[in-house]
Every structure is written in structure tokens, then in C-alpha cells.
């Protein structure tokens, strides 16, 4: 059993920053055990992966559109996963939400996760 709570999200204008932070809790492995990605997706639009950061925290990987601005965190001794986001633009307006993906390596395919948050809104404001 995995629940992840996204939280952090709101309203800002352009050039604004956000941290967004997702809290698991697991009754069977421990949160080292999953690799761990933020997604995003506006409406009448696809899911798209935001950034992904592998189980011990080593490798990050992002989408080229928020490559230099955002940036992908955990703390396997807090069970959380954060997502700095700098330099907000309109186009990051969406919501985001938070995947765990099982001895995995943060893949950008959203089917690769098992696990996903209810989601948090994030909206710019040009």
C-alpha cells in the first residue's frame, strides 16, 4: 500500500518560484525502493513527465522545458520528493502530480508507474 499527498501548489505570477512537496507513506517497502517523478498535465492535454529522480537520488532527469528552472529532490529519511520550481512561465500552468515507480529508474512513460498523488494546482499568471 502507497499514498503519496502532494502539497505546495497555488497561484503566482511569472518569474514567481513554487516548491512542490510529495509525502509517501508505504506499509511494504521502504521509499528508497521506488524511483520517484513529477508530471504534469494541463487541460486538454496529455500527462507529460516534469522531472524524475532515480531511488538513491543520484540521477535526475528532466523535460527539456524546464531544464535550468526546476529542480528534483528527495530525502529517503523524510519519505518526501520536492520539486523546486524557479522562473515560472504561463505555460507551467497545470497540475502536477507526484508517481512512484517501484525499483524503477524514473522513466518519462507515465504507464511505468504504479503509484500517483490526487495531484496540487499550479497556476502562473503572465
Known amino acids: 500500500q502507497v499514498q503519496l499527498v502532494e502539497s505546495g501548489g497555488g497561484l503566482v505570477q511569472a518569474g514567481d518560484s513554487l516548491r512542490l512537496t510529495c509525502t509517501c507513506t508505504t506499509s511494504d517497502r521502504s521509499f528508497s525502493s521506488y524511483a520517484m517523478a513529477w508530471f504534469r498535465q494541463a487541460p486538454g492535454k496529455e500527462r507529460e513527465f516534469v522531472a524524475g529522480?532515480?531511488?538513491?537520488?543520484?540521477?535526475?532527469d528532466y523535460h527539456y522545458s524546464v531544464k535550468g528552472r526546476f529542480t528534483i529532490s528527495r530525502d529517503n529519511a523524510k519519505n518526501t520528493v520536492n520539486l523546486q520550481m524557479n522562473s515560472l512561465k504561463s505555460e507551467d500552468t497545470a497540475a502536477y502530480y507526484c508517481?512512484?515507480?517501484?525499483?524503477?529508474?524514473?522513466?518519462?512513460?507515465?504507464?511505468?508507474?504504479?503509484?500517483w498523488g490526487q495531484g496540487t494546482q499550479v497556476t502562473v499568471s503572465a
Open positions: 529522480i532515480t531511488r538513491s537520488g543520484e540521477q535526475t
Open positions: 508517481a512512484a515507480d517501484l525499483f524503477g529508474r524514473a522513466y518519462v512513460d507515465p504507464r511505468e508507474y504504479e503509484h
